[in-house]
């Protein structure tokens, strides 16, 4: 650990058994690195960004969601060789099925995904078939400021915002594997002139994990959804249109059927002081809302 908090991810050449990656990293909620993985791939030979958006937008299973595109059921099996622990638990009965997706990013050279975290206590799991990218995670118990009520982190200068917060930035290199847990910051940056990612997303029925951010969503996700369903049709109306008016990655609320199980029960004075701490941000919120629409421009589109 140097003095700026930057931590060195945990690293390993050849994927875990099943048992192993749930108990020290996917239980834990802990990154990790698996260089070389996808190296033999075929995909690393037959994707070719013009040729595999062309080809992604033909496939009736697949759904361009403007920044990438995604999938609810496998696709281009014969293309990858997925690791075994990844088939375990996309076949096991720990997470929501609704939550399992396949995405495809394909990003030029400059590409950046500003920070925030992935709705739905979503894990990742990400490998880099073509190019290079830059990324950098912060721990959910140093969290980022955000705008209000969404995962979306304010737009300030990085140096400032990792400041005292625990962090990891490295380079994901062709073939490498990535296991991005629920609630980490991370911000993207594609080094090549082509860059072409797939990745897999699971949200677990339950944790034990509950760290500062974990909390606050929670508390995020059950003031929105009750303003969703209020019986006042004044609070629905202010709710979409503030809905409407937030930045966001992914989008803002609970997207699942379920909430995830944990120990964490926030009560009605906590979701009462949640929503004016989120209030709070509002002032932050108008002085960089230009910079969050012109940002938001300029990411690569499907």
């Known amino acids: 650990m140097s003095g700026d908090n930057t931590h060195t991810i945990a690293t390993v050449t050849a994927a875990p058994g099943y048992a192993e990656f749930l108990e020290a990293y996917c239980d834990k909620e802990q990154p990790l690195l698996i260089k070389g993985l996808a190296k033999n791939w075929p995909a690393r030979e037959r994707w070719q960004s013009g040729r595999l958006r062309a080809e992604l937008h033909t496939l009736p299973k697949v759904r361009d969601r403007g920044v990438f595109f995604v999938s609810r059921s496998p696709v281009l099996e014969q293309d990858i060789e997925m690791p075994e622990f990844l088939k375990e638990i996309l076949a096991s009965d720990r997470i929501m099925q609704d939550s399992v997706a396949w995405r495809f990013w394909i990003n030029s050279r400059n590409n950046r995904t500003e920070f925030h975290y992935d709705t739905n206590a979503e894990n990742v799991i990400t490998v880099q078939v073509k190019g290079r990218k830059e990324w950098v995670l912060v721990s959910p118990e140093t969290p980022l400021p955000c705008y209000p009520f969404t995962n979306f982190s304010l737009l300030k200068d990085e140096q400032r915002l990792l400041r005292n917060k625990r962090f990891y930035k490295f380079d994901l290199e062709e073939g490498d594997l990535l296991y991005l847990p629920p609630h980490w910051y991370h911000r993207v940056v594609a080094k090549e002139d082509e860059n072409i990612n797939i990745n897999w997303t699971f949200t677990k029925r339950e944790t034990s994990v509950i760290s500062k951010e974990f909390k606050r969503d929670m508390e995020r ?61 509002i002032p932050n919120t108008l002085l960089t809302l230009p910079n969050v629409r012109s940002t938001l421009k300029k990411v690569d589109k499907t």
């Open 221 to 281: 996700c059950g003031l929105l959804h009750s303003f969703k369903n209020s019986d006042s049709a004044l609070v629905r109306r202010c709710y979409e249109t503030a809905i409407r008016a937030l930045p966001n990655v992914g989008g803002i609320g609970w997207g699942l059927k379920s909430f995830i199980s944990s120990p964490y029960k926030p009560s009605r004075g906590t979701l009462v002081s949640r929503f004016f701490k989120e209030l709070l941000q």
